[in-house]
């Protein structure tokens, strides 16, 4: 398997960045007069309530216990305007928000995200994002192999994600990352059946998949989207794909639309990211200057 060597190292490079310019500090410490905190979940949606009871719900409950003192809001971004959100709660005295968003690779909704906190930024004290599912090396293996354990088959199983044709193909990097992980030995151990990625609109492509399968001389393809709680616009997208060019490639396929929000691993990651959140702040520009003088 071939893999552009320059898109591992900037996924990597990505996932530095994260790291650097982090100082220690806590955003929901004993709070001083007039301060007041709250807790956003951030979630794309789903219009299957049957899918929001075990995927969404299990995220903002999760995410109620992590931070038990906070008020708690969830906002559903097809049904509600974060910005709107935010304007409600600085106008009702919060001062310290910590927004945790349940998507799954930072793409344009986190673009977006970042976007109109930006815009009410001022408006608070202190305002810090989690970060998605996969940002790390850790995540993209942790998830692979909870994947693997749930639904994965001995035949073909095929890892369809979004992905964007709007970023670099460092957004679209961690796919690639899991398409690297899964062909890594100590994961080929482990694994049933072959395993490929793919995104319906970013790198991979479905047709770099198809060719590998075809290549391998695969004859049925189990799909599992990647998804945190995949709506019937986003199952009908993949019915539409596995009609036009899974099917016409020669395979037999199946569609696994179970959501990532069922796994307990997926929701335990995105805890781990709201829990770093709360406690480590990115250094204002000032800071961070001052950061890189103390070291000479």
Not at 54 to 79: C, G, Y
Not at 288 to 295: A, D, G, I, T, V
């Amino acid at each position: 398997m071939k893999i552009s060597l320059t898109i591992i190292l900037s996924f990597l490079g990505m996932l530095s960045l994260h790291a650097q310019n982090i100082s220690d500090a806590a955003l929901f410490s004993q709070p001083k007069e007039g301060e007041k905190g709250a807790v956003v979940a951030v979630h794309i949606g789903t219009d299957d309530a049957s899918v929001s009871a075990h995927t969404i719900d299990v995220f903002n409950e999760q995410l109620q216990k992590e931070f038990p003192q906070q008020a708690f809001f969830s906002v559903v971004t097809s049904n509600t305007s974060l910005s709107r959100q935010l304007t409600e709660l600085a106008k009702d005295g919060f001062t310290h928000l910590l927004i945790q968003p349940s998507f799954i690779v930072d793409d344009v909704e986190m673009t977006v995200l970042r976007q109109e906190v930006i815009q009410i930024r001022s408006e608070f004290m202190d305002i810090r994002i989690g970060e998605p599912l996969l940002s790390s090396e850790e995540d993209c293996q942790t998830i692979v192999k909870a994947i693997s354990q749930k639904y994965g088959g001995k035949n073909a199983n095929l890892l369809l994600g979004e992905g964007s044709s709007y970023m670099t193909q460092a957004f679209n990097s961690p796919y690639t990352f899991i398409q690297y992980a899964i062909s890594s030995p100590s994961m080929l151990k482990m694994l049933k059946g072959d395993w490929y990625v793919a995104t319906l609109n970013g790198y991979p492509t479905l047709q770099n998949a198809i060719e590998r399968m075809q290549a391998n001389k695969e004859k049925k393809v189990n799909i599992i989207t990647l998804h945190f709680s995949p709506s019937i616009a986003i199952q009908n997208e993949v019915a539409e794909t596995m009609k036009s060019q899974i099917l016409p490639a020669g395979f037999k396929a199946t569609a696994t639309h179970q959501s990532l929000g069922e796994l307990p691993e997926v929701i335990d990651i995105f805890m781990e990211h709201a829990r770093y959140a709360a406690t480590h702040r990115s250094l204002s520009p000032i800071e961070e200057k001052f950061s890189h003088s103390s070291h000479y």
